[in-house]
Nanobody, 125 residues
Framework: QLQVVESGGGLVQPGGSLRLSCAVS????????IGWFRQAPGKERERISC????????NYLDSVKGRFTISRDNAKNTVYLQMNSLNPEDPAIYYC??????????????????WGQGAQVTVSS
């Protein structure tokens, strides 16, 4: 059974950091592009970052560039999203998604087949 599970969400003060993890089971990450998405109340879901299967290609939403870093450890079947300098615009449910593809440029991937249940991120003093 294919599963994608996010963890690491929580409450953090403005300026603080969190690291989200996306653990997959039932398949190996080696051939999968991974995307991180978020959805805030009343807003559409947006992709904030992605990483290619090899890790050589990454992409970030402008609003998180320089603050968020995506990385992957295929041996652990896990992808991470390090989030620094969190601000009041970042609270949302964060989702991890995967798709098996040969596309080397993750920014060109439009469809993801496997989704996690989401992790809540709250930024508040």
């Amino acid at each position: 059974q294919l599963q994608v599970v996010e963890s690491g969400g929580g409450l953090v003060q403005p300026g603080g950091s969190l690291r989200l993890s996306c653990a997959v089971s039932g398949f190996t990450l080696d051939y999968y592009v991974i995307g991180w998405f978020r959805q805030a109340p009343g807003k559409e879901r947006e992709r904030i970052s992605c990483i290619s299967s090899s890790g050589s290609s990454t992409n970030y939403l402008d609003s998180v560039k320089g603050r968020f870093t995506i990385s992957r450890d295929n041996a652990k079947n896990t992808v991470y999203l390090q989030m620094n300098s969190l601000n009041p615009e970042d609270p949302a449910i964060y989702y991890c998604a995967a798709v098996r593809t040969v596309q080397a440029m993750c920014v060109l991937v439009r469809r993801y087949d496997y989704w996690g249940q989401g992790a809540q991120v709250t930024v508040s003093s």
